[in-house]
């Protein structure tokens, strides 16, 4: 029987990382038409209207502005749309999430990750091990098992058994209550790809130490299901983030948020 090789995956998603063909990764693909009658998008900012670049006021009505430039549309709009996030712009994570605003403005479409951003991954993989469906927690539990009777390592069916064991475990996802206030839960949310890998295992005869790698993927961008979704379609920050993003006019490139945890686990035998 022999030992697995390291790194070895212990889990990964279905979802693959780098994945360009997922709605939520298109960009400029949308008209004006398809976005205001097919969409509902017809209105969109409190401050500009992005169709006629004319600034939206209580006065509009009875004098005409200067229409704007599509360049300074764009910037009234990604101010608005931090300003709108409230209180994602202020609270919790806000750097984390004005950042990937900022990112969404310059970056052209460029992979995005932050020591922050993996400082809150980590936690959030930590705080999940008061659950028993804790993925990290069930890959301890089973080395804890395993690992203390082995002196050979690992087996790949001792690995695919782990596997089996991750795919009903709970994987880690910014969704929860608190997610909705710190920022978290609008930059990240639903992590789009996960890949556990154990990197290092070494047994003797008082024990063990591992090494396990978490590394995560999300898109910073919206699809249509996203934006006809009722809990977001009029909330206007996500409207002004969909037309950014989507309209052929502006087509600001969404892009992934790359994160990764490191954890050591470790056990020693009885006696």
């Known amino acids: 029987m022999s030992a697995i090789v390291f790194p070895a995956t212990l889990y990964q998603t279905k979802h693959q990382f780098n994945d360009h063909s997922s709605d939520d990764m298109q960009c400029g693909d949308l008209t004006e038409k398809q976005l205001r009658s097919d969409l509902g998008l017809d209105d969109v900012s409190n401050i500009v209207d992005p169709w006629t670049g004319e600034e939206v006021s209580i006065f509009s009505s ?6 704007k430039s599509k360049t300074e549309i764009a910037q009234i709009l990604f101010d608005e749309f931090l300003r709108s996030s409230l209180p994602t712009h202020y609270l919790g994570q806000h ?3 004005n950042n990937l605003v900022k990112h969404f403005y310059h970056g052209n479409g460029k992979s995005y990750s932050s020591p922050f951003l993996d400082s809150a991954y980590k936690s ?24 203390i009777d082995v002196k050979n390592g690992l087996s790949d069916a001792d690995k695919n058994s782990i596997t089996k064991a ?3 475990s709970i994987l ?6 608190a997610d909705s206030f710190n920022g978290l839960g609008m930059s990240i949310h639903d992590i789009y790809a996960t890949k556990i ?17 978490f590394t995560g993927q ?17 909330i206007r920050a996500f409207r002004i983030w969909f037309v950014l993003q989507r309209w052929e006019k502006f087509a600001f490139k969404p892009f992934f948020t790359n994160m990764k945890a490191e954890f050591e686990i470790s056990s020693r035998r009885n006696g």
């Open 218 to 234: 999300d898109h910073f961008g919206l699809d249509k299901t996203d934006i006809m979704n009722m809990k977001f379609h009029y």
């Open 124 to 147: 959030l993989i930590l705080n999940e091990q008061s659950s028993p469906s804790s993925s990290l927690k069930i890959i301890q539990s089973f080395l804890d098992k395993v690992a």
């Open 95 to 97: 750097n984390l999430f």
């Open 172 to 177: 880690p996802k910014f969704n929860r209550w």
């Open 62 to 67: 009875f004098r005409k502005s200067q229409p």
């Open 197 to 213: 890998q154990l990197t290092k295992l070494d047994i003797t005869e008082s024990g063990y130490v591992a090494k396990v790698t």
């Open 166 to 168: 991750i795919g009903n």
